[in-house]
Nanobody, 124 residues
Framework: VQLQASGGGLVQAGEALRLSCAASGRTFSNNAMGWFRQTPGREREFVAGISWRGGRTNYAESVKGRFTVSRDNAKNTMYLYMNQVKPEDTAVYYC??????????????????WGRGTLVTVSS
């Protein structure tokens, strides 16, 4: 079972970026999923979450209105569209799958599968 985040890179402030999270080994179409990020010396923080059908989403205040989470269960893939990025968005971004199907929780303890992260660097 593997989750792999991709799409990170170096972008300038104000630009857009799309992250992808591809699952392999099993389907996560019945699991809520989420994006988290972490910078050195800080705890991992919630960015966005999405319920199993995509009907419910949840965002951290810091990204609300700029980021959009979506999923394509047919492709076993989740996305994070990052618009108007800021230098403070610089972090390693991780995707995760929850043990629950409903909700889009900010609580990292609800997520049982974690992928390797992808680095996003936003220059000013």
């Amino acid at each position: 079972v593997q989750l792999q985040a991709s799409g990170g890179g170096l972008v300038q402030a104000g630009e857009a970026l799309r992250l992808s999270c591809a699952a392999s080994g099993r389907t996560f179409s019945n699991n809520a999923m989420g994006w988290f990020r972490q910078t050195p010396g800080r705890e991992r923080e919630f960015v966005a979450g999405i319920s199993w059908r995509g009907g419910r989403t949840n965002y951290a205040e810091s990204v609300k209105g700029r980021f959009t989470v979506s999923r394509d269960n047919a492709k076993n893939t989740m996305y994070l569209y990052m618009n108007q990025v800021k230098p403070e968005d610089t972090a390693v971004y991780y995707c995760a799958a929850s043990r629950y199907s409903s909700g889009a929780s900010f609580d990292a303890s609800q997520y049982t599968y974690w992928g390797r992260g992808t680095l996003v660097t936003v220059s000013s």
